[in-house]
């Protein structure tokens, strides 16, 4: 077994891969960067909610997928933008606008982790983590 070196990658392809087979929830092993990644999503009405579990000596973050009335995936996809082995900073006049507005960037900034809107209105940049549509 190895260890994942890149464990926001890792949550965004155990949720994209979720997503493709239609299941209703995904475990991951919870951390405060994937935890605060998922409160966004629900916050942004990309997943319907999400829990800590306590499964033994490790936490678990369980994110309950969110679906149309006709099975349509409401995530469409998910991209890794800053990666261990090359980080993104940028400004915040260089947040870039998801697919024109209709999709998110999340972004770790000074004041905390939020969506490149917020950023954007706060004032400040940071490490572009991913892209949500």
Not at 40 to 54: C, N, R, T
Not at 56 to 74: A, C, D
Not at 104 to 128: L, Q
Request: glycine content about 10%; hydrophobic content about 35%.
């Amino acid at each position: 077994m190895s260890a994942v070196t890149d464990t926001i990658g890792d949550m965004l392809t155990r949720i994209r891969n979720a997503i493709r087979v239609d299941q209703e929830n995904v475990d991951i092993t919870a951390s405060k960067i994937k935890t605060e990644i998922a409160r966004i999503l629900k916050d942004e009405g990309y997943i319907k909610k999400y829990s800590v579990l306590a499964r033994g000596p490790k936490k678990i973050l369980r994110i309950e997928l969110k679906y149309g009335p006709n099975q349509e995936h409401v995530i469409t996809n998910l991209k890794r933008v800053s990666k261990p082995g090359r980080r993104i900073y940028l400004p915040k006049s260089e947040i870039p606008r998801v697919l024109s507005g209709y999709g998110i960037s999340i972004i770790s900034t000074s004041r905390g982790m939020m969506t490149g809107k917020a950023a954007r209105t706060v004032g400040v940049g940071g490490e572009v983590l991913c892209e949500v549509w």
